[in-house]
């Protein structure tokens, strides 16, 4: 209930909000566009879509400069930035400018409109973002003639910023959502009477496959070393197949890796949103009890204060992208997912534990 009411006051406004809302100012008072999934997804799946929609006439607005940082890097489309203010600036960073994984988030808001208000109008409202952002994606994959494949970076930074930008390739969680978006944008195009984009097609066919070893998926391809050296940070690959549908993945090897992620991460060094992602893969493979285990992980960064929020450290005792994880977590485990049938909560244990009554949700993607 309080992460309803923060995630209202501070998350629904004009802007995307900064990680700690409206409450005191941090990361200069700047908003991190990789974060707004975090921050207002959920409304859709709450079934408050124009709490979600109030935002997101920002992409538009910043369209001419996402525009103009893909062209002065040699790409198609729309780049979008990392940290910002209103005006849409990039900020300064050795990591912000090499993050990847808020590109296909816009192409998603907008199906989570159209699937609430499937109208022409919805279409028109977020056309240019959707094709935009799928034409930089496109032109941001690099055909490697030796593999026949597409392949992301070097250099990229992946949503667990623990890796040298010249040395990462095929960021897991990355690769499965360029596949997720490219393919909802071409989508799009049917849907606005478009032919599919032969380019953007041949990248979904020949896009590299997630980077696994010893039966488990890796951070990225160059990274064998995920669980005994890098093991901290966000367990972002688990994100392949739980915030993502994971056609790029095998549940089992999934599972492996979600039980290794248990086991050996760092978890005081994760953040907020950490948890409610590994429980929505826990939910997909339908493992109910770790994925109840897991939103409820006992430790310091997965602390609510009587207030409701997100404690993370000294300094930083509230981190909206957690309150937001939360409620879309519940809503996953609860509602369930497209393609998950009639099962209901099956995010939840079936061994009679829990009774598990809701409405007013709706399905993940």
Not at 158 to 186: C, D, I, S, V
Not at 252 to 264: A, G, I
Not at 298 to 318: C, I, M, V
Request: charged letters at 20%; glycine letters at 8%; aromatic letters at 12%.
């Amino acid at each position: 209930m309080l992460s309803q009411f923060l995630t209202a006051i501070h998350c629904a406004g004009s802007l995307p909000p900064q990680e700690t809302g409206l409450l005191y100012n941090s990361w200069y008072g700047k908003f991190h566009l990789e974060m707004h999934w975090w921050h207002a997804v959920h409304f859709a799946l709450w079934d408050r879509t124009p709490l979600l929609r109030k935002s997101l006439g920002f992409y538009n607005r910043i369209l001419p400069a996402a525009r103009a940082l893909a062209r002065e890097q040699g790409y198609a489309g729309a780049r979008w930035p990392k940290m910002v203010g209103p005006e849409g600036s990039d900020s300064p960073s050795p990591i912000g400018p090499l993050l990847i994984w808020q590109q296909p988030h816009p192409i998603v808001y907008a199906e989570l409109c159209y699937l609430a208000e499937p109208t022409a109008q919805t279409l028109e409202a977020f056309r240019d973002v959707v094709m935009e952002t799928a034409a930089f994606m496109a032109s941001f994959a690099v055909w490697e003639e030796a593999g026949q494949r597409y392949v992301l970076g070097p250099p990229v930074i992946p949503a667990q910023e623990e890796h040298k930008a010249e040395a990462t390739l095929n960021p897991t969680f990355e690769l499965e959502y360029w596949r997720h978006g490219l393919e909802l944008a071409q989508s799009w195009r049917q849907r606005l009477g478009m032919e599919p984009d032969p380019d953007w097609q041949h990248v979904l066919d020949h896009l590299s496959a997630l980077p696994a070893a010893d039966g488990v998926y890796l951070a990225h391809e160059r990274c064998p070393d995920t669980f005994s050296r890098v093991n901290t940070d966000h367990p972002s690959m688990l994100g392949a197949l739980g915030i993502l549908p994971g056609k790029l993945a095998d549940p089992e090897t999934m599972r492996r890796t979600l039980y290794k992620v248990r086991d050996e991460w760092d978890w005081p060094t994760s953040w907020g949103w950490d948890f409610p992602m590994a429980a929505m893969t826990a939910a997909r493979l339908g493992e109910g009890r770790l994925a109840v285990d897991l939103l409820l992980f006992d430790t310091k960064k997965n602390t609510y204060l009587p207030n409701g929020h997100n404690d993370q450290r000294a300094g930083l005792s509230a981190y909206l992208p957690g309150n937001g994880g939360l409620l879309s977590a519940v809503a996953v485990m609860a509602c369930g997912w497209q393609g998950s049938g009639e099962t209901d909560a099956p995010g939840f244990p079936k061994d009679g534990s829990w009774i598990v009554r809701w409405e007013g949700l709706n399905p993940w993607l």
